[in-house]
């Protein structure tokens, strides 16, 4: 009987001995998998246990890119780094063994991988309007991270070589003339040029057309005025956006406006608006440029101050009132793909001398930022023809007055300022004050000042001029 107690007795000494030993050595790892972006990072993890312990690397030679770097003073006491991962559409893995010293069946393991590089192909143009009264040439910028190529019908020729480049390039493309088609349509597509290479594909739409472009442009002070009278902006507001509507403006230059009435006028739908207000940002009257959304492409746009600074916001010369700016935009046109240049400005109404600086530092912009484009500069100048600026600007010979280049007798009155009081009669040619310039090769098919009076109103205290234009 004894000598059975004494072997149980020794069953359960060892028994204890073994559970003791399996609880006290422990070894645990805060996470089993680690996933990288393709960018270099790093990331910390926990390695826990009682007893010593170390961290490798299965493939070393493999997984350079992976290093490991263990204290295990640290609470993160495993930091992993990955270098980026430059090969595209290829991820790339690693193993990181965590072992205990006491025991070599006791390991954790840790899985690292990291994210490919996507291949990517994206091109800045949409679409493309070739107008041959332009030229036979257009060309696509193409941000890629993988070599393209393209796909084109007959009648588009890539100039030059196609070089297997990657980041951003420009690639010319040549179009054959039209015969006796008016217009034609035709789609161009960029893709990676390895098949083997997985990539988006791009379609750009390729227009081209001999179609003339045709404009109605105008100018129009609407006066800022919010007093609670017949002259207050809440009872003008619907006239001046029923005006626009009637006589279908396409793109056209506002002074005075505050922002809130620039959103009046866009409310009803249709168009869109460059310009910042004259004090910065949104503050201040604005010379902004209202256009179409459905006919333009709104290209480039800027500001520029009349005084010394133009930079910035700030006074002119002699003017002790207002800021003076000049918004701007490059516009497309979308039917003919005609592209030109917009300015509208608001010259002081009582510096003489801001005046004269304003005219010639709005042509040396105009030469500067519109270079051989066709060129619109609209505004308020607040001097008549008689005044130097005006003079500056006609006689400078890079812009014309475009009622003097209308095809036919210019209608309404020669005066633009009503001040909410004068009759047609006395809107003679001293009153006319608001203007609209054009650079060479834009043709005038009809010039008016729009004298509209809606139940005896006036509108503001200027009548717009319109032109109907082409080029």
């Not at 149980?8 to 028994?15: A, V």
């Not at 001046?240 to 959103?263: N, P, W, Y």
């Not at 509209?452 to 109907?468: C, L």
């Amino acid at each position: 009987m004894n000598r059975i107690i004494g072997v149980i007795f020794l069953m359960c000494l060892i028994n204890s001995c073994a559970k003791r030993t399996a609880e006290t050595v422990f070894l645990n790892v805060s996470a089993k998998n680690l996933v990288f972006w393709p960018e270099a990072s790093v990331k910390t993890l926990q390695i826990s246990g009682n007893c010593e312990f170390s961290a490798q690397l299965s493939d070393p030679v493999h997984a350079a890119w992976c290093k490991l770097n263990l204290n295990t003073g640290n609470t993160d006491n495993l930091s992993v780094t990955v270098t980026a991962n430059q090969q595209i559409g290829m991820e790339r893995a690693a193993q990181i063994v965590v072992s205990a010293k006491e025991s070599n069946d006791l390991k954790q393991y840790i899985d690292v991988k990291q994210m490919a590089v996507e291949a990517k192909v994206s091109v800045r143009e949409t679409q493309v309007t070739v107008n041959e009264s332009e030229g036979l040439l257009f060309e696509l910028t193409v941000t890629s991270n993988i070599p393209v190529t393209f796909d084109f019908p007959a009648w588009i020729a890539l100039q030059g070589e196609n070089p297997a480049a990657t980041g951003t390039q420009k690639y010319t493309f040549a179009v054959t003339p039209l015969t006796n088609e008016e217009t034609r349509e035709g789609s161009l597509s960029v893709r990676s040029a390895d098949p083997s290479v997985p990539a988006n594909s791009v379609a750009i739409a390729v227009r081209q057309t001999k179609a003339v472009c045709e404009l109605r442009v105008a100018t129009y002070n609407i006066y800022v005025g919010h007093a609670a009278d017949d002259t207050g902006w809440g009872a003008r507001k619907a006239m001046v956006s029923q005006l626009v509507r009637t006589h279908d403006f396409d793109i056209f230059g506002v002074q005075e406006a505050q922002k809130d009435q620039i959103d009046d006028i866009l409310a009803a739908g249709g168009y869109s608006y460059t310009g910042t207000g004259r004090d910065g940002g949104t503050s201040g009257e604005h010379s902004a440029v209202i256009y179409k959304t459905g006919k333009f492409d709104l290209l480039e746009r800027g500001d520029f101050w009349y005084s010394e600074t133009p930079d910035v916001p700030g006074l002119g010369w002699d003017a002790t009132c207002c800021n003076r700016i000049c918004s701007w935009g490059k516009f497309r046109e979308r039917t003919t793909g005609r592209t030109f240049y917009f300015f509208n400005s608001h010259y002081d109404h009582q510096g003489v001398t801001a005046r004269y600086e304003s005219a010639k530092l709005m042509v040396a912009k105009i030469k500067a930022i519109a270079g051989s484009y066709p060129v619109f500069a609209t505004g308020d100048y607040n001097a008549n023809t008689t005044g130097n600026s005006i003079r500056y600007i006609l006689t400078d010979g890079l812009l014309k007055d475009s009622r003097a280049l209308s095809e036919t007798t210019p209608s309404g009155t020669a005066g633009t300022f009503n001040g909410f009081s004068y009759t047609l009669n006395q809107m003679t040619e001293n009153l006319r004050i608001d203007f609209i310039f054009l650079s060479d090769r834009i043709h005038v098919k009809e010039y008016r000042t729009l004298n509209d009076r809606p139940n005896g109103k006036y509108p503001s205290d200027h009548d717009p001029v319109f032109i109907h234009a082409k080029f």
